[in-house]
Structure formats: structure tokens, C-alpha cells
């Protein structure tokens, strides 16, 4: 009893750490996306929230008509400009993982999101492999009272059940890592792609422009306030 007790441990000690690594992968992957969030955030740089005054001296009723035909221009100007798609972004991460960092020009995020991919996979297969094989040796001890190979035959029918139960929960786990890595990887395209024309510009400025604006048999005179940013 004391041997095969001694055999069963060695046998789960000898598959924990693999089977542990999915897990782990699958963290490491979650901080650093995090993280590369966070410094897309923090890059864009500080905000300068001065304000400068400044009154135009020139000015006169005539040239309201052509700032307001310029400000037309340069409307028409940025509506023609192909903004980055946040949906185009998750929908080529959602038919191939990596896709949408790819097109968020975060080429450093491809290969960690496949090496923890891969590492959840191997969980996968590598936990089914040994599940199905204590699986098969507990469902032989039942039917016929021992068993054919001589690694299980050594073990008790309790030291199986719980190696074929061990083996399955940490298969189990490994789905659900691969699943969250699938997860993560469309949410954080999403986000990059919905921050990659976000720009904040230290041209942060208010012009105090005097207006006279002729009315009929009347004139009137007007303080027009214009913020930039």
C-alpha cells in the first residue's frame, strides 16, 4: 500500500507543473494587454490646458463671410479622412486571432497573444491525453478488477478516481483559458482601434475677435469668442 501510495504521488507531481502552466500563461497575458492599454493611454501625451488670449485687430464685417467659407472647407476636408475602424479591428481579430493588433499597428502584442494561446492549448492536450487514460484504467479496474498495464495496475482504485478527476478538472481549465485569451485579444483590438485617432494637441487657444454686424437701419456690435482645441 505504502508503494503504491508513493507510485500515485510521484505520478501527479510529475504532470503538475505542466498542467499548472496554462493557468499562469493565460495571467501573464492578461497584465501585460493591461498594460500595453494603459501606455497607449499615457502616450498620448499631456495635456496643456492654458488658455492665450489674443484680439485681432484687423477685423471687419467683410471677412465673416470667408472664415465661415474656410471653416466649411476644412469640415469637408476631415469628413473625407478614412478614420480607423474599431469594427473592422474586431472583426478580423474575431476570424484570426493577432489580426486586429495587426491592423492597430501593435505588431509586439502578436506573438504574446499566440504564445499563451499555445500554452493553453498544450494544457488542453496534455490534461485529455492523461484523463483518458486514467479514465480508461478506473472504468477497466471496475469491470474486470485489475488492470492490463502494470503502472495501473499498482494503484489503488481511489489513487485512479482521483488522478482521473485531477486530469479533468485542469482540462477543463485549460478551455476556459483559451476561450479567455480569444476574449481578451478582440476586446483589446477594440480598445486600441477606438484610441488609435485619439490626439491631444497643445494648440489650446481662445481668440477674442469684435464683430460689427450691420443690421437694416440699425448697427450693432458683437464680441465673438472662439476656443480651439
Known amino acids: 500500500m505504502g508503494a503504491a501510495f508513493f507510485i500515485s504521488l510521484s505520478l501527479l507531481e510529475k504532470h503538475y507543473i505542466c498542467a499548472f502552466m496554462s493557468a499562469r ?18 502616450a498620448q501625451g499631456p ?30 476636408d476631415t ?3 478614412q478614420r480607423h475602424s474599431p469594427k473592422r479591428a474586431t472583426l478580423l481579430s474575431a476570424v484570426l486571432p493577432g ?27 496534455f490534461n485529455t491525453k492523461y484523463y483518458n487514460a486514467f479514465r ?26 482521483s488522478a482521473r478527476d485531477y486530469y479533468r478538472y485542469y482540462r477543463d481549465l485549460s478551455y476556459i483559458g483559451l476561450g479567455a485569451v480569444y476574449i481578451l485579444q478582440l476586446v ?4 486600441d482601434a477606438h484610441f488609435f485617432d485619439f490626439k491631444i494637441t497643445e494648440d489650446l487657444s481662445l481668440n ?4 460689427v ?10 464680441l465673438l469668442f472662439t476656443l480651439k482645441f
Do not use: M
Open 47 to 76: 495635456i496643456n490646458d492654458s488658455l492665450s488670449l489674443s484680439i485681432p485687430t484687423n477685423t471687419s464685417a467683410e471677412d465673416k463671410p470667408e472664415r465661415i467659407s474656410k471653416s466649411k472647407e476644412a469640415s469637408t
Open 25 to 42: 500563461v493565460f495571467l501573464l497575458l492578461s497584465i501585460i494587454l493591461t498594460l500595453g492599454c494603459y501606455q497607449h493611454l499615457c
Open 136 to 161: 480508461d484504467a478506473y472504468k477497466e479496474r471496475l469491470s474486470t478488477g485489475t488492470n492490463v498495464d502494470p503502472q495501473y495496475a499498482r494503484l489503488q482504485d481511489q489513487t485512479l478516481q
Open 188 to 191: 483589446d483590438a477594440s480598445v
Open 213 to 222: 454686424q450691420p443690421l437694416p437701419q440699425t448697427a450693432s456690435t458683437q
Open 208 to 211: 477674442v475677435s469684435p464683430i
Open 79 to 81: 469628413s473625407q479622412v
Open 99 to 125: 489580426a486586429g493588433q495587426v491592423y492597430n499597428k501593435k505588431y509586439w502584442k502578436v506573438p504574446i497573444i499566440y504564445a499563451a494561446a499555445g500554452g493553453t492549448l498544450y494544457g488542453v492536450l
